[in-house]
């Protein structure tokens, strides 16, 4: 069977032309993509259905739905095993972690980014409409969402959770704040290795708008007032406390961290 033009031959992969050490990421266009290999299968997979659909024209058309069931199937497959819990079936996972919903994430956004390439080469060979990608697209997009927003709930669980039991008295960073520190440092860790700088700061300042929101909710039901009092120093000395720890993550530009970016907290 023919190759595309400029696609690997049979010769260079038994010449070890592309033999390297294996990279921690995948480079695609100007982004680094730290993916699982099943993507890696699923690229070779859309390939070899490009490649197919080049040789034989006349078919391009029903190979090109069938690429699109067959993406179709990987993500729904994904959803189930990462929204859905499905993996602490199959793969015996305890629980799902923000690393495991990030590296999804992570992955379907290797496949968004391939499937306009895809498309424009399909519309070369066939008139046919394509919107089966359209729609694939779009449901690939919204599942990226979904699975950022299950770790936003995640987080933001864990800080309803401290932030019900915290009481604003001495001593300072109480329990419950160090507890926060922790949890956002955590996640952190969990997504830095895997999500674009850009996509972490946009959860960050998700986490940070919700957290003023929560704190002031709790300030609201404390009754504790910006007068200058006693508890009112305690509640300063916790959010310093709390925005350091977002500086030593370096997850959010300094403009969302200074002091008066918390003076919402004391609306009333």
Not at 9 to 33: Q, V
Request: hydrophobic content about 40%; charged content about 20%; aromatic content about 6%.
């Amino acid at each position: 069977m023919k190759s595309l033009p400029g696609s690997p031959t049979e010769e260079d992969i038994t010449t070890n032309k592309y033999d390297s050490k294996p990279a921690a990421t995948l480079k695609a266009g100007p982004s680094d993509y730290y993916t699982v290999g099943t993507v890696l299968i699923l690229i070779r997979l859309v390939s070899e259905y490009c490649v197919c659909a080049y040789d034989l024209q006349p078919l391009a058309p029903v190979i090109g739905r069938n690429l699109a069931e067959l993406l179709r199937t990987f993500n729904s497959r994904s959803c189930q095993l990462v929204l859905g819990a499905g993996a602490l079936r199959t793969a015996g996972l305890k629980t799902i972690t923000s690393t495991n919903l990030a590296l999804a994430s992570r992955s379907l956004q290797l496949v968004l980014w391939m499937i306009p390439m895809v498309r424009a080469h399909f519309a070369t060979l066939t008139t046919d409409p394509l919107a089966s990608f359209d729609v694939v697209e779009k449901d690939i997009g919204h599942h990226v969402q979904q699975l950022e927003s299950k770790v936003l709930s995640i987080i933001d669980t864990l800080l309803v959770d401290q932030l019900n039991v915290w009481d604003a008295k001495p001593p300072v960073p109480s329990k419950q704040f160090r507890n926060i520190s922790r949890h956002l440092t955590k996640l952190h860790e969990a997504v830095s290795s895997v999500l674009p700088e850009e996509q972490i700061n946009d959860i960050y300042e998700v986490i940070h708008k919700n957290f003023k929101t929560r704190i002031r909710e709790q300030l609201v039901k404390m009754n504790i007032q910006n007068n200058g009092g006693p508890q009112h120093g305690v509640v300063t000395a916790e959010i310093i406390f709390y925005l350091e720890t977002m500086r030593t993550l370096r997850a959010l530009p300094e403009k969302y961290l200074s002091d008066r970016a918390m003076d919402y907290i004391w609306t009333r």
